[in-house]
């Protein structure tokens, strides 16, 4: 059984499809972990996310860490029952009517009060050292800011063997990318930085992707990424970013698009333009 199968027992589920017993177990396990004087804050952006958040919730409520916490949320303009998810299990949460990501994280770091702050989202579940494990990274002389990887959790359409197979790979190159690239292997279901750094940089808002990127590429003027390997601290997340495509096309578009100029990973860059396509 993997850690967590409890959580996809109500992952896809509508806010009045949620069991009340485990409504109470997380509002419960949150209220249990909030601090008053958060050292670490966890924040959850979600836009249009009911059917996902409350499994998120729910492995965020049984975090196991040394520090004291604060699990926040935004809700950025969402149209379903997202903040109805939010309000019914007792996660303090902020609205953010602009639509972006970046919009939703700044709003999030806006409204933190940790010294480190880690970006969540809401359709990813987090083993329970997630946070720790990250920490020993983060608070590390040097470092600003720390990624991890990513696994997804197999379904009917993509078997267990398939999705190691791909995630072999694509890990494999995500580590040579680190060593000259590292903002490119940033993505912000798993990242975490100093936000006292953070605060001196900006948010994108004027992109549909890669504020993360963009944010940790900003954070390398005061420290290094740093990347953890370590499958303990490995969420799991559902298929946002593959669609509907096969396994096997995902990865032959993937070696595809990154075997264009693929020399590029093997030295740094300190500024990238901007596609007209990714423009707000």
Known sequence: MAWYDKYLSIYGKTADELPETVCREIRENIAARQSDAPVVSVVVIAYNEEKRLAACLWSLSELQTSYPIEIIGVNNNSADATEEVYRKLGIPYFNEHRQSPGYARQCGLDNSRGRYHFFIDADTMYPCRYVDILMRSLRKPGVSCVGSLWSFFPDKNHSAAGLFFFELVRDAFLFVQHFKRPELCVRG?????????????????????????SLALSLKKHGRIAFVYNRKARPVTGYGTLGNESLVKSLLKRIRIQGKGILRIFYKKEHYEDTEDNLI
């Not at 750094?197 to 993360?212: M, N, Q, S, V």
Request: charged share 45%.
């Open 189 to 213: 279901m798993v990242f975490a930085f100093n936000a006292d750094y953070a605060r001196k940089e900006k948010i994108r808002t004027d992109i549909r992707r890669g504020e993360d990127g």
